[in-house]
Protein backbone atom coordinates (compact mmCIF):
# COMPACT_ATOMS: atom_id res chain seq x y z
CA UNK A 1 0.00 0.00 0.00
CA UNK A 2 1.37 3.66 -0.78
CA UNK A 3 0.92 6.71 1.26
CA UNK A 4 -0.19 9.04 -1.00
CA UNK A 5 1.53 11.92 1.04
CA UNK A 6 3.86 11.73 3.73
CA UNK A 7 2.41 14.67 5.70
CA UNK A 8 -0.77 12.50 6.42
CA UNK A 9 -2.51 12.43 9.73
CA UNK A 10 -3.06 8.93 10.82
CA UNK A 11 -5.65 8.89 14.22
CA UNK A 12 -5.81 6.10 16.30
CA UNK A 13 -9.10 6.31 18.75
CA UNK A 14 -11.25 4.56 20.83
CA UNK A 15 -15.24 5.12 20.35
CA UNK A 16 -16.28 7.95 22.31
CA UNK A 17 -19.36 9.41 21.66
CA UNK A 18 -19.29 12.29 23.86
CA UNK A 19 -21.32 15.42 24.38
CA UNK A 20 -20.18 18.46 22.56
CA UNK A 21 -22.74 21.24 22.91
CA UNK A 22 -21.22 22.86 25.77
CA UNK A 23 -18.13 23.87 23.49
CA UNK A 24 -19.94 25.19 20.72
CA UNK A 25 -20.80 29.15 20.50
CA UNK A 26 -24.83 30.25 20.43
CA UNK A 27 -26.96 28.84 16.90
CA UNK A 28 -26.37 31.97 15.06
CA UNK A 29 -22.59 31.55 14.59
CA UNK A 30 -21.62 29.10 11.47
CA UNK A 31 -18.88 26.63 12.60
CA UNK A 32 -17.47 24.29 10.87
CA UNK A 33 -19.22 21.42 12.54
CA UNK A 34 -22.69 22.92 11.26
CA UNK A 35 -21.98 23.33 7.66
CA UNK A 36 -19.29 20.00 7.45
CA UNK A 37 -21.30 16.35 6.08
CA UNK A 38 -19.42 13.14 6.75
CA UNK A 39 -21.89 11.11 5.77
CA UNK A 40 -20.18 10.29 2.10
CA UNK A 41 -16.86 9.69 3.71
CA UNK A 42 -15.10 7.06 1.57
CA UNK A 43 -15.00 3.76 3.25
CA UNK A 44 -11.83 1.93 2.47
CA UNK A 45 -9.74 4.47 4.12
CA UNK A 46 -11.14 4.04 6.84
CA UNK A 47 -9.42 1.74 9.06
CA UNK A 48 -11.62 -0.35 11.39
CA UNK A 49 -11.19 -3.16 14.09
CA UNK A 50 -13.97 -5.11 14.38
CA UNK A 51 -13.23 -6.62 17.72
CA UNK A 52 -13.81 -3.18 18.87
CA UNK A 53 -16.64 -1.73 17.20
CA UNK A 54 -17.64 -0.18 14.09
CA UNK A 55 -16.67 3.22 12.95
CA UNK A 56 -19.73 5.53 12.49
CA UNK A 57 -20.67 9.27 10.96
CA UNK A 58 -20.62 10.56 14.41
CA UNK A 59 -17.61 8.57 15.28
CA UNK A 60 -15.67 10.61 12.84
CA UNK A 61 -17.35 13.97 13.74
CA UNK A 62 -16.20 13.01 17.42
CA UNK A 63 -12.13 12.45 15.97
CA UNK A 64 -12.73 15.93 14.48
CA UNK A 65 -13.64 17.65 17.14
CA UNK A 66 -11.28 16.41 19.20
CA UNK A 67 -8.23 17.51 16.64
CA UNK A 68 -9.41 20.58 15.33
CA UNK A 69 -11.86 21.94 17.38
CA UNK A 70 -14.35 21.71 14.52
CA UNK A 71 -17.52 22.38 17.25
CA UNK A 72 -16.04 25.90 17.64
CA UNK A 73 -13.77 27.23 14.69
CA UNK A 74 -16.38 30.14 12.59
CA UNK A 75 -16.81 30.71 9.39
CA UNK A 76 -17.17 34.24 7.58
CA UNK A 77 -16.48 35.31 4.21
CA UNK A 78 -14.00 37.84 5.12
CA UNK A 79 -11.31 38.92 7.78
CA UNK A 80 -13.52 42.14 8.40
CA UNK A 81 -16.49 40.15 9.20
CA UNK A 82 -14.57 37.80 11.41
CA UNK A 83 -13.23 40.49 13.51
CA UNK A 84 -16.46 42.27 13.87
CA UNK A 85 -18.27 38.82 14.20
CA UNK A 86 -15.65 37.80 17.10
CA UNK A 87 -15.50 41.50 18.96
CA UNK A 88 -18.43 40.93 20.06
CA UNK A 89 -17.51 37.44 21.65
CA UNK A 90 -16.34 38.07 25.38
CA UNK A 91 -14.87 34.64 25.51
CA UNK A 92 -13.07 34.95 22.09
CA UNK A 93 -12.84 32.46 19.76
CA UNK A 94 -11.44 31.79 15.88
CA UNK A 95 -12.63 32.00 12.73
CA UNK A 96 -11.72 30.56 9.35
CA UNK A 97 -12.45 32.86 6.83
CA UNK A 98 -13.00 32.22 2.50
CA UNK A 99 -10.31 34.86 1.66
CA UNK A 100 -8.18 32.35 3.84
CA UNK A 101 -7.12 33.66 6.84
CA UNK A 102 -7.36 32.78 10.75
CA UNK A 103 -8.64 35.17 12.80
CA UNK A 104 -7.98 34.82 16.56
CA UNK A 105 -9.08 36.71 19.17
CA UNK A 106 -8.73 35.99 23.18
CA UNK A 107 -10.80 36.39 25.85
CA UNK A 108 -9.90 39.71 27.81
CA UNK A 109 -8.65 38.54 31.71
CA UNK A 110 -9.01 41.23 34.20
CA UNK A 111 -6.10 42.15 36.46
CA UNK A 112 -4.87 40.80 39.67
CA UNK A 113 -6.09 43.15 42.77
CA UNK A 114 -3.05 44.02 44.06
CA UNK A 115 -2.50 45.12 40.22
CA UNK A 116 -5.53 46.79 40.19
CA UNK A 117 -5.05 48.69 43.56
CA UNK A 118 -1.21 49.89 41.94
CA UNK A 119 -3.08 51.01 39.13
CA UNK A 120 -5.50 53.01 40.41
CA UNK A 121 -2.52 54.39 42.95
CA UNK A 122 -0.77 55.53 40.28
CA UNK A 123 -3.88 57.14 38.21
CA UNK A 124 -4.06 58.92 42.15
CA UNK A 125 -0.66 60.04 42.24
CA UNK A 126 -0.60 61.82 38.89
CA UNK A 127 -3.99 63.55 39.48
CA UNK A 128 -2.68 64.61 42.69
CA UNK A 129 0.91 66.08 41.25
CA UNK A 130 -1.32 67.69 38.66
CA UNK A 131 -3.58 69.34 41.52
CA UNK A 132 -0.17 70.57 43.06
CA UNK A 133 1.66 71.92 40.82
CA UNK A 134 -1.52 74.01 39.57
CA UNK A 135 -1.82 75.35 43.14
CA UNK A 136 2.23 76.09 43.10
CA UNK A 137 1.72 77.62 39.79
CA UNK A 138 -1.18 80.18 40.68
CA UNK A 139 0.40 80.77 44.00
CA UNK A 140 3.68 82.12 42.09
Known amino acids: MTIPSPNTNV ?3 KVDL ?10 EYRTI ?3 IDVSGYPQPYL ?26 NLLTLTRSAA ?5 GMEKGGQC ?11 RF ?6 LYILHKFIIFQRWWWAITADVSIEAQ
Do not use: M
Request: charged letters at 25%; aromatic letters at 10%; proline letters at 8%.
Open 11 to 13: FVS
Open 18 to 27: FDYKSGEPSP
Open 33 to 35: LRV
Open 47 to 72: IIDPAHSQVSDEFVLRILINQAKIER
Open 83 to 87: DELLS
Open 96 to 106: LTADLWRVQRY
Open 109 to 114: VSPCPH
